[in-house]
């Protein structure tokens, strides 16, 4: 795709005006020569005059996060387009998407065995109980939520002169593959240059994602110490257990810097349980810390979409031909309620897709809802939950 740049106080964002959220990108598509291009996540518009430099923009595309695309080049007088997120291979004279590339993780009947030992073999550390604690989980929930801590007991490594957790990694990988023989096709997973096999994170809490048979198909991590903004505050909280990070080799062809290593991707996650849980309604929230609490305390299908703006995977057919949405109509769903966070009040983005979800919804012939609250007790939905707080829904 090329390289990216945030923007900041010194480079302003052309298209909003903005410091922050924002970036320009700078191609290596062949069907932008020389051009830099713009990523705006706050305006969508098919053309803006700046209010920085009072240039004109003109929309390119929606890229899949929901930030759109800009240049400052009239299409008109562009090249013709060559598909956005292809890189260009001279061995193979082709054209391959980057979001094709690399190892294909094993089934989600596998990775459910794989990730529950893997799972089993890790901790809840004294120190992420706590947090919880603090965020008014009970000791049920803490319990049945199956979060773990990757925070690993460290040795000092007297060849690289620093404490490292590698040797307990390789002990734990060990005893997955004892069991399950190989680790190529599972995201998170890779092997050092001496083949040994150990897997990708910095410490943090993992939070299991389920798919819509109850597989612990992909895990998530919260970082212990996410990166910081301009302003100080916290950014890029929550990472994809992934082992994959592309870069071209001297061939200038596409390849993942870990070996064997496997792409996890953003999934949705489905909280059921049938034995105890409402079929009937679906609540759909963003973020899997906020879906496992309100399935525990609301007792319904609950969703987690990985951003507000990946609604579209709702409707995606898997290989049997089905979406997330055939299947709740098969579970006998009905009624579907959206609950993005309270923020929504002030911030376009999510309000632009909650509207979009809604739509989505309603053209599947769901009884839709939106669900409000004060935001005084809390941004999300688990905030308000853990309060004994529950929102109010309105049709929509």
Not at 219 to 229: H, M, S, T
Request: glycine share 8%.
């Amino acid at each position: 795709m090329g390289t990216f740049r945030n923007v900041s106080k010194a480079e302003l964002c052309p298209i909003c005006g903005k410091p922050d959220w924002c970036s320009i990108l700078i191609p290596d598509n062949p069907a932008y020569p020389g051009q830099l291009l713009y990523v705006c996540r706050r305006i969508q518009s098919p053309e803006i005059q700046s209010p920085v430099n009072s240039k004109t923009y003109y929309y390119i595309k929606e890229l899949p996060d929901g930030s759109c695309l800009y240049t400052d080049i009239e299409k008109k007088s562009r090249e013709a387009e060559k598909p956005f997120g292809y890189t260009y291979h001279p061995m193979q004279k082709t054209h391959t998407p980057l979001d094709d590339y690399g190892t294909a993780p094993l089934p989600s009947t596998d990775l459910n065995l794989i990730y529950t030992d893997f799972m089993n073999l890790l901790k809840l550390s004294k120190k992420h109980y706590a947090k919880l604690k603090s965020d008014g989980w009970p000791d049920k929930l803490i319990k049945d939520s199956f979060i773990r801590s990757l925070s690993l007991s460290k040795k000092y490594d007297t060849e690289k002169g620093f404490y490292s957790d590698q040797e307990e990694r390789h002990r734990i990988c060990q005893l997955l593959l004892k069991k399950h023989q190989t680790l190529i096709g599972v995201p998170g997973f890779y092997q050092q240059p001496d083949l040994q096999w150990t897997f990708a994170g910095q410490p943090g809490m993992m939070i299991p994602i389920y798919d819509i048979d109850g597989m612990l198909y992909r895990i998530r991590l919260r970082l212990d110490r996410p990166g910081k903004d301009d302003k100080g505050k916290e950014k890029d909280k929550y990472k994809n257990f992934s082992s994959f990070y592309p870069a071209k080799d001297s061939n200038n062809i596409l390849t993942n810097e870990y070996l064997n290593g496997c792409r996890a991707g953003s999934h949705i996650g489905f909280y059921f349980h049938p034995s105890t849980d409402d079929p009937g309604v679906c609540y759909i929230t963003e973020g899997e810390k906020k879906a496992i609490v309100a399935n525990y305390f609301l007792r319904c299908i609950v969703i987690s979409l990985p951003g507000v703006n990946s609604h579209a995977k709702l409707g995606k057919k898997d290989k049997s031909g089905k979406s997330i949405l055939d299947f709740l109509k098969i579970l006998g769903c009905k009624k579907a309620i959206v609950a993005y966070d309270a923020d929504k009040n002030i911030n376009e983005h999510v309000l632009r897709h909650e509207q979009k979800l809604v739509a989505l919804l309603k053209n599947d012939s769901f009884h839709t809802y939106v669900s409000s609250w004060n935001p005084g007790f809390g941004k999300g939905l688990d905030d308000i939950l853990v309060l004994g707080v529950r929102p109010q829904v309105f049709p929509v």
